[in-house]
Nanobody, 114 residues
Framework: QVQLVESGGGLVQPGGSLRLSCAAT????????MGWYRQAPGKERELVAT???????NYAESVKGRFTISRDYAKNTVYLQMNSLKAEDTAVYYC????????WGQGTQVTVSS
């Protein structure tokens, strides 16, 4: 069984930065991708960024150049550095481990507002 615990969310002003962390416990295989997704009120959950084996990285167009995903394989932790935050980045951010089905964390709220 895999458990994911996210942290680092909060309230930030537009243009600010936040760093999200997701610590995974259980049987973690390095070659299985981890990633970040988000869900804003009234919208479907969408991909933000994923990182796979050998650091193959994929970003949503809306966050390219502003967000950076990274993974510490020794700590089974994935990070999301978010810079130049915008109001439209406001959402609950979820960590995922796995391919199509996978495991999900409980989510952490990110609110970008002045």
């Amino acid at each position: 069984q895999v458990q994911l615990v996210e942290s680092g969310g909060g309230l930030v002003q537009p243009g600010g930065s936040l760093r999200l962390s997701c610590a995974a416990t259980g049987t973690i295989v390095s070659s299985i991708p981890m990633g970040w997704y988000r869900q804003a009120p009234g919208k479907e959950r969408e991909l933000v960024a994923t990182i796979a084996w050998r650091s193959t990285i994929n970003y949503a167009e809306s966050v390219k150049g502003r967000f950076t995903i990274s993974r510490d394989y020794a700590k089974n932790t994935v990070y999301l550095q978010m810079n130049s935050l915008k109001a439209e980045d406001t959402a609950v951010y979820y960590c995922k481990y796995g391919h199509n089905v996978g495991y999900w964390g409980q989510g952490t709220q990110v609110t970008v507002s002045s």
